[in-house]
């Protein structure tokens, strides 16, 4: 393995590593983005059309007075 070799897997690796931070931080991302989706659905004051609410896409199913 001489240096170009290096040089090519290192910024192979590299690329690998920021596409894995990538994603990692868009999981994140989503999961706060579901709470908050789950948040306001508590404060939803649902109405249902054809089984989803309007507002927030609750299921009718899902949804006990
Ligand atoms: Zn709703």
Same mark, same amino acid.
Not at 7 to 25: G, H, M, P, T
Not at 35 to 46: A, Y
């Given at each position: 393995?001489?240096?170009?070799? =290096?040089?090519?897997?290192?910024? /192979? %690796?590299?690329?690998?590593?920021?596409?894995?931070?990538?994603? $990692? !931080?868009?999981?994140?991302? =989503?999961?706060?983005?579901?709470? /908050? %989706?789950?948040?306001?659905?508590?404060?939803?004051?649902?109405? $249902? !059309?054809?089984?989803?609410?309007?507002?927030?896409?609750?299921? /009718?199913?899902?949804?006990?007075?």
């Amino acid at each position: 393995m001489n240096g170009n070799d =290096i040089r090519q897997r290192i910024d /192979e %690796n590299n690329k690998k590593i920021q596409r894995a931070l990538n994603k $990692f !931080v868009l999981t994140d991302e =989503i999961n706060k983005l579901m709470k /908050e %989706n789950q948040e306001l659905r508590f404060l939803c004051e649902h109405e $249902f !059309v054809d089984g989803v609410c309007k507002y927030c896409d609750l299921p /009718e199913d899902f949804y006990e007075e």
